[in-house]
């Protein structure tokens, strides 16, 4: 079973930034996407940007230029660093890995709350 810890939500004031963190543990497959999703308030789950398995990264318009998604294989976690944070960005933040071949790998994070107002 492979299990994701978020961390780093909060709250911060319009054009701040923040860093979540996921710790990736267990049995991870071996082809493989690593997504950040978010869920704002009232609001479909949103893909926010992903790292594909040949390490090509890719970002919603919406974050397009403002956050960064990346990975480190030595600590074994998948960031997503957040600059010029909007109030729209508002929402819990999810980590997700989805295996490429089967649909039953899909493993998510618990959720971690951002919260962007004055």
């Known amino acids: 079973q492979v299990h994701l810890v978020e961390s780093g939500g909060g709250w911060v004031q319009p054009g701040g930034s923040l860093k979540l963190s996921c710790v990736i543990s267990g049995s991870v497959p071996d082809l493989f996407f690593m997504n950040w999703y978010r869920q704002g308030p009232g609001k479909q789950r949103e893909l926010v940007a992903l790292i594909s398995p040949n390490g090509k990264t890719n970002y919603s318009n919406s974050v397009k230029g403002r956050f960064t998604i990346s990975s480190d294989n030595a600590e074994n976690t998948l960031t997503l660093q957040m600059n010029n944070l909007k109030p729209e960005d508002t929402a819990v933040y999810y980590c997700?890995?989805?295996?490429?071949?089967?649909?039953?790998?899909?493993?998510w994070g618990q959720g971690t709350q951002v919260t962007v107002s004055s």
């Open positions: 997700n890995l989805k295996g490429v071949v089967s649909p039953d790998n899909d493993y």
